[in-house]
C-alpha cells in the first residue's frame, strides 16, 4: 500500500485531488501520511485551511497538515487568484475548518516522514515545489530515503499554460524544480501533454451535479468557478483536473505512456524561464542527471471514470 505525503497549493484541482485521495484512503489502496502546503494557487496558508476543509469534510480530519514556502527561492511570489478563486476554492468562502495546521514546516516534515519511512515514502507533488527543493538542501540523504515522487508539473510539446514554455507549476519556482529533477531519486512527471487531452466535459459534470453528497455537491461548486475559468482556453465547457492524474498514477501507472530523460528547467531564457526541457533526439550519454519518467499518452476515459467513481464513493 502506498504511503504518501502530498504537497500541494489547494486550489481547485488540488481539492478536488484530495477528494480522490480520500477515496484511496477509504478503499485500503493508500495511506494518506501527511499534507504540506506551498505558494502557487493561493499563499500556503489559505491553501492549509483549504486543504484541511477537505480532509473534514472526509473524514480525514486527523491527518496532518503542515505549512511550507511563502515565496519560490529566486523570484517573485504570483498567485492564480483568476484560475482558483480569491479563496483558492473558487469563491465560495467556505466556514472555517475545525482543525489548524501543525507547528511543523512543510520541508521539516518531508524530512521526517522520509526518515520515519525509510523507502517507503511517496511524495505527490501538485504546486510549486519550493517545499521539495527546501527538504533536499535540509537533507542532503533524502534521496536515498523516498521511493517515488510524482509530480505535477512541465510543458514538452504541449504549450506551456503561463508563458508559451512554462507550465505554473515550474514557472512558480524554477530554481526548486531544477533541484529536484537534478536529485538522484525516481521521479515520475505528468506534465501538460498528459494532463490536457483528460479535461472533463459537460457529460461528466453533468453526472457529477447529479449525485447527492456533500463530496459531489462541494466538488461541483468549486468546479463552476474551474470551468468558466477554462472554457475560453478548451473553447467548450470544460475543465482540466490535472493534479488529479498525478495522484492516479501513484497506484494506476499503466494509465500513462511514459518516455524516460534527464529534465533540466531554463533558468536563465528571457522568454523561455521555467521551461521544462529535455533531449528529443535520444538519450544523451552526457547528461549525468537520472531520467525522470515523464508521462506522455493517456487513457482519457480511464482517468476520467475513475475520478468520477471515486467522487462518487465519498
Ligand atoms: C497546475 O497549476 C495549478 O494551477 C494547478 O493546480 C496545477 O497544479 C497546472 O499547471
Ligand atoms: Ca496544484
Known sequence: M?????DCDTGIDDALTLLYLASLVRSGDAELLAVGTVHGNIDPRTGALNTLRVLEMTGLGSVPVAIGAGRPMAQDVHFALEWHGRDGLGDTFLPEPQGAPTGESAPAQI???????PGELTILATGPLTNLGAALLLDAELPSLVREVVIMGGAFDH??????????NIWHDPEAADLVFAADWPVVLVPLDATHPT????????????????????ATRIL???????????????????DALAAMLVVEPKL???TERPVHVELRGALTRGATVWDARSLPADDDRRPVRVAT???????QDRLLAAVLSL
Open 2 to 6: 502506498s504511503k504518501i505525503l502530498f
Open 111 to 117: 524530512v521526517r516522514l522520509a526518515r520515519e519511512h
Open 159 to 168: 504549450p506551456g499554460n503561463i508563458t508559451t514554455h512554462a507550465e505554473a
Open 199 to 218: 479535461a472533463v466535459g459537460d457529460p461528466w459534470l453533468t453526472k457529477l451535479a447529479a449525485h447527492d453528497s456533500d463530496a459531489a455537491r462541494f
Open 224 to 242: 463552476e468557478f474551474y470551468v468558466t475559468a477554462y472554457t475560453p482556453t478548451l473553447k467548450r465547457r470544460g475543465a482540466v483536473i490535472h
Open 256 to 258: 500513462c505512456e511514459y
Open 297 to 303: 499518452g493517456v487513457d482519457v476515459a480511464g482517468f
